[in-house]
């Protein structure tokens, strides 16, 4: 079964741009990316779009579709009446590049950095032992594909533009989350996620969980357990008796 759909599309660039309204044939089956490409291929063929693997795992086709931060790919027009009008957008947080093509460059730069996985200096390769509770326990978050949905709709930098720099982002905090729950990682996890990363910005309203295609529970199991570590950090009385004792017998050595 076909019918007419009404859509309206972004077009510019990072000078100006606006809404163009378009009618587009939609199939049975298909996905906004379908339309995206029928629109290509028979009224807009200089229509700037990034898409990969159509499959909804290289995370290439982030947009926002009715305002939502979604992936192209993986939402289906039957989700929408034939009455309804599809607006499909940019992702608002990062600079347009043209269409619906984004710079996201902001993402790789945070990605750089965070310290990679340190492991003990004791330890060759073939010698790192784990249990499979903490195996289990980081692999949610390496089912990431980092679409950087969860990066735009934030609203820390997505209504905040002067929070970029000081602050990383849930992919990125989720990041310093598996590696800081690695039983083997020597790597002082908590103290960057506050001072270096931004960790305090997060008011944890889940918005990052919501929009996550692999359904990663971001904010319960990566962000809030961060956020107790540093607090047990910086308020825990035993802790900081211990942090001061510590300090004090290092000068002392000096």
């Not at 594909?145 to 849930?170: A, M, W, Y």
């Not at 996890?189 to 944890?204: K, P, S, V, W």
């Amino acid at each position: 079964m076909s019918y007419k759909g009404n859509f309206k599309v972004w077009r510019g660039d990072d000078t100006s741009g606006g809404l163009e309204d378009f009618v587009v044939e939609v199939n049975e089956g298909e996905v906004v990316l379908d339309i995206i490409h029928r629109l290509q291929a028979t009224q807009a063929p200089d229509l700037a779009v990034r898409w990969n693997c159509k499959a909804g795992k290289c995370g290439s086709c982030s947009a926002e579709i009715n305002g939502m931060p979604r992936l192209l790919c993986m939402t289906r027009m039957s989700v929408f009446t034939e009455q309804e009008t599809i607006t499909v957008t940019p992702l608002r947080t990062f600079p347009v590049v043209r269409d619906l093509v984004t710079d996201v460059s902001y993402n790789y730069q945070k990605a750089r950095e965070v310290p990679s996985f340190t492991p003990p200096e004791n330890l060759g390769l073939g010698e790192y032992r784990m249990k499979q509770r903490d195996v289990e326990r980081s692999q949610e978050f390496r089912k990431c594909i980092e679409c950087f949905l969860c990066q735009n709709t934030c609203h820390v930098i997505r209504d905040h533009e002067e929070n970029k720099e000081s602050f990383s982002g849930p992919r990125f905090l989720m990041r310093i989350a598996e590696l800081e729950m690695h039983p083997l990682d020597t790597e002082d996890r908590t103290r960057d996620a506050q001072d270096e990363h931004g960790l305090g910005y997060c008011n944890i309203t889940k918005c990052c969980t919501e929009v996550c295609p692999e359904h990663i529970k971001i904010t319960d199991n990566a962000l809030i357990p961060m956020k107790e570590r540093v607090a047990d950090r910086k308020y825990d009385p035993i802790v900081w008796l211990g942090n001061q004792l510590f300090r004090r017998g290092s000068h002392n050595k000096h």
